[in-house]
């Protein structure tokens, strides 16, 4: 086969209006595209023509010319296209708002929206690559992450206004996948009102503080709701223990779940401030909780072998934030579950997470049943993921990025 790459035919070459570049795809690299994956990785192109700016706007066709779909491009990573129609059609105010709108549908539909809290936009699984929409109460937190994202920042604010009316939009377009799309940090009011310093949500009984300003990625973990609220299930009698504790999500549903005692261990002192302030809000005895400002993998050392605990909520950051870090991150989770695993007691339960990325359910497994010196003693009871407005596309099993086993030690 001869090494000249083909010729577009020449209905591909005349874009219409909204659209800036022709993307033609490898003879049998098609196939993810076909399929509805919404990435098209730069190995997978034969051809290109058109503008070829960084967000630009682009018409994706397989090798034969099939329209594939629409999205946006950006040369500077592997992923060179990220699929926003699989029609072709102006990538701009009309979709944007039909997506918005389509995403509220489908979470008042499940009741999601409920409590003051939720994510609307969970990037490719509401078919808006590269945005992610948080609410909490009467503000919105935007993060626009791809150069395509940010080409369409104006009609998500308008977009939002729109759809949701809210007192304001604050964004905290910030990160490794900015950088890596060549894109400056982004951090403040968008449009209407400043959010103000803490924001309450609820969760059944529950209550929250939601620091949308200065807290870990938009605030709060909404992706943990319903693992919070299983943990909540079965916490009743138990001595708790909440590693990586954050705001006391895990520990205020264990405690309303009925624990007997509830440890919370986070290294950031102003974190657990607002975590102990959340828990009297939700009417918890402060006798009943213990808050220590240190780092989980000394404590756990510490605790090793004492049975101190009869269930463990292990949710750390990502520990691969990149590919070249998975085997590095496989061995961190296998130290990690040790440590935990040794603190437990016989009989007790395990809540174990990873929202690494790039870290496969597969290799999280792995890490966890390996951590322990006889794997037959610890039982899996469940895989366990994100909330169900975090949707993820059946095609595009690399957006579900949290993972998690529910496993119990042996009792002998």
């Not at 791809?146 to 206004?161: I, K, P, W, Y």
């Not at 910030?174 to 890596?180: P, V």
């Not at 299930?233 to 223990?241: N, P, S």
Request: glycine residues 12%; hydrophobic residues 40%.
């Amino acid at each position: 086969m001869s090494d000249r790459r083909p010729t577009l035919p020449r209905a591909a070459r005349e874009l219409p209006p909204g659209l800036e570049l022709d993307v033609r795809l490898k003879e049998g690299k098609d196939g993810p595209a076909r399929a509805g994956h919404p990435w098209v990785f730069s190995g997978a192109i034969a051809q290109v023509s058109g503008d070829e700016s960084p967000g630009a706007f682009v018409r994706v066709v397989a090798f034969d010319g099939t329209l594939l779909g629409v999205g946006t491009w950006n040369p500077r990573g592997s992923i060179a296209v990220r699929m926003f129609s699989r029609r072709e059609e102006p990538i701009g105010e009309a979709l944007v708002r039909r997506r918005l709108a389509d995403a509220l549908d489908a979470r008042r539909a499940l009741r999601l929206d409920e409590g003051r809290g939720f994510r609307l936009v969970n990037g490719e699984g509401d078919g808006l690559p590269g945005i992610v929409i948080d609410v909490y109460g009467e503000h919105v937190v935007m993060q626009l992450l791809t150069a395509g994202a940010e080409r369409l920042r104006g009609e998500v604010v308008d977009g939002l206004a729109a759809t949701l009316a809210p007192a304001g939009v604050f964004e905290r377009s910030t990160g490794g996948a900015r950088r890596e799309e060549g894109l400056p940090d982004r951090v403040g009011v968008a449009e209407g009102s400043a959010p103000p310093e803490r924001i309450e949500i609820a969760e059944g009984r529950a209550r929250f503080l939601v620091d949308v300003r200065g807290g870990q990625k938009t605030g709060f973990f909404l992706d943990q709701r319903a693992n919070r609220r299983m943990v909540g299930r079965i916490a009743r009698g138990r001595r708790v223990l909440n590693a990586f504790a954050y705001t006391g999500g895990f520990a205020i549903h264990a405690g309303l779940g009925g624990a007997e005692r509830v440890t919370s261990v986070e290294t950031s002192g102003p974190a657990l401030a607002i975590a102990r302030e959340a828990w009297a809000l939700s009417g918890l005895d402060e006798s009943r909780a213990e808050w220590v400002a240190r780092d989980v993998f000394d404590v756990l050392e510490e605790w090793r072998d004492r049975d101190a605990f009869d269930l463990v909520v292990l949710d750390p950051p990502p520990f691969a934030r990149h590919r070249a870090d998975r085997d590095r991150a496989v061995r961190a989770y296998r130290d990690l579950n040790r440590r935990a695993l040794r603190a437990l007691a016989p009989g007790g339960i395990l809540a174990t997470f990873s929202c690494s990325p790039h870290m496969d359910p597969g290799a999280f497994f792995h890490a966890v049943s390996t951590s322990v010196a006889a794997p037959s003693r610890l039982a899996v009871l469940g895989h366990l993921g994100a909330d169900a407005d975090h949707p993820v596309l059946a095609a595009h099993p690399e957006g579900s990025y949290l993972k998690g086993l529910l496993a119990r030690r042996s009792a002998d």
